[in-house]
């Protein structure tokens, strides 16, 4: 039986997050640039300007700002016309998003399991998955990995299916030097606050296709017709960014490789510090070049997850839990046993990541993980 969670310490100075982000650039100048100008909702030059950063980072050809990630699926997937009837293959073990996203256009959500490498969806069980109703497939970069995107581009290839790639944790990694998010029809990315790069809430989608990047803009802004005011042709949301959220990327952006950089020392550290413990760390596919998002590792089994976690927020470490399995909750409740899905959602643990985090603190995580698992076991 799990234990119940215990309360972290009272005193904030010895807590370790699990992440904080960075804002020492030039945030608070561009944010109050937006302030002083009055332009803070979705109109506003920061908003291309970054939106044009996005493009010039990744390799994208076009790349279109939305309030949140979870938006930016929903409209990457209402754009290339997914619906009732049709089939998206996804994997279970996931933040649950990109499911309720596939649910929320009418279309099936198929859950496919992941490779114990890597923990990622496994493309051999994907293609065992797909029937005459697949429209698409949706892989889902997670922690410290990128996708076998040359097994799914050939098998979008092969059985003529649109690919949307789920980069919400991807910024900064790349995979035989092209940037996650761009090997397929459509990528999507998160700047939630835990992010590597933030803007507090939002998020892009970028694209090769000019007619398609068209469509999305007219579509996160209600459908409005170009150049006629409150007329509106299509279905459309509001799934603007604001200037604000814009203001903050753009200075997040600006400093990216030097965030990056401090997240792979601090990468190597942990793992060198975690080499002599019973756990397994992520195998990322040759050729990735990890943005190092969350250092995550899985338990030996039988361990009691949730007091190796209590153990550690006695110590003023806060961890978290890697994602449930999507198929085993109750709005899905798949009758299938996905057996790595299920080991890795059941095993993980997620511990701090963020790029302010010293080489002392990190030795005092790894430590304190260690007692925590030799009373656990």
């Not at 119940?4 to 010895?14: E, I, R």
Request: aromatic share 8%; proline share 6%.
């Amino acid at each position: 039986m799990a234990r119940p969670a215990q309360p972290l310490p009272a005193s904030d100075s010895a807590i370790i997050p699990l992440y904080r982000p960075d804002l020492s650039g030039n945030e608070r100048k561009y944010v109050n640039e937006c302030l002083d100008t009055g332009w803070i909702s979705g109109q506003g030059s920061f908003v291309e300007r970054f939106e044009r950063a996005v493009v010039e980072y990744t390799g994208a050809e076009h790349a279109v700002a939305v309030s949140n990630g979870t938006v930016g699926l929903h409209l990457a997937l209402h754009c290339l016309g997914v619906g009732p009837g049709d089939e998206v293959i996804v994997p279970s073990f996931t933040f649950v998003a990109p499911v309720n996203m596939i649910a929320l256009t009418g279309a099936t959500p198929v859950f496919a399991d992941c490779r114990p490498s890597d923990w990622l969806l496994d493309p051999d069980d994907v293609e065992q998955r797909i029937t005459s109703r697949t429209k698409a497939i949706l892989p889902v970069h997670l922690y410290r990995a990128a996708c076998d995107m040359t097994a799914f581009v050939a098998l979008a290839a092969k059985y003529k299916l649109l690919l949307i790639e789920d980069a919400a944790q991807g910024v900064g990694m790349r995979l035989h030097d092209q940037h996650v998010g761009t090997f397929g029809d459509v990528g999507v990315f998160s700047f939630f606050g835990s992010k590597t790069l933030t803007t507090g809430e939002g998020g892009m989608v970028v694209t090769r296709d000019a007619d398609y990047a068209e469509l999305l803009r007219r579509a996160r802004n209600q459908g409005v017709m170009p150049g006629r005011i409150y007329w509106h042709d299509c279905l459309g949301f509001n799934y603007r960014m604001s200037n604000l959220s814009a203001a903050i990327g753009l200075a997040q952006i600006e400093r990216l490789e030097a965030t990056l950089f401090r997240k792979r020392q601090l990468a190597m550290r942990y793992k060198r510090a975690l080499a002599d413990l019973p756990v397994t760390l992520q195998e990322p596919i040759f050729g990735t070049a990890s943005s190092e998002w969350l250092m995550t590792c899985l338990l030996p089994e039988g361990t009691d997850r949730e007091l190796v976690r209590a153990k550690m927020r006695q110590d003023g470490i806060e961890t978290r839990p890697t994602f449930g399995c999507v198929h085993k909750m109750p709005m899905y409740a798949a009758q299938e046993r996905l057996p790595t899905a299920e080991s890795v959602s059941a095993r993980g643990v997620s511990l701090p990541s963020y790029p302010g985090l010293t080489d002392d603190d990190v030795d005092r995580v790894t430590s304190s993980l260690r007692g925590a698992i030799e009373a656990a076991t």
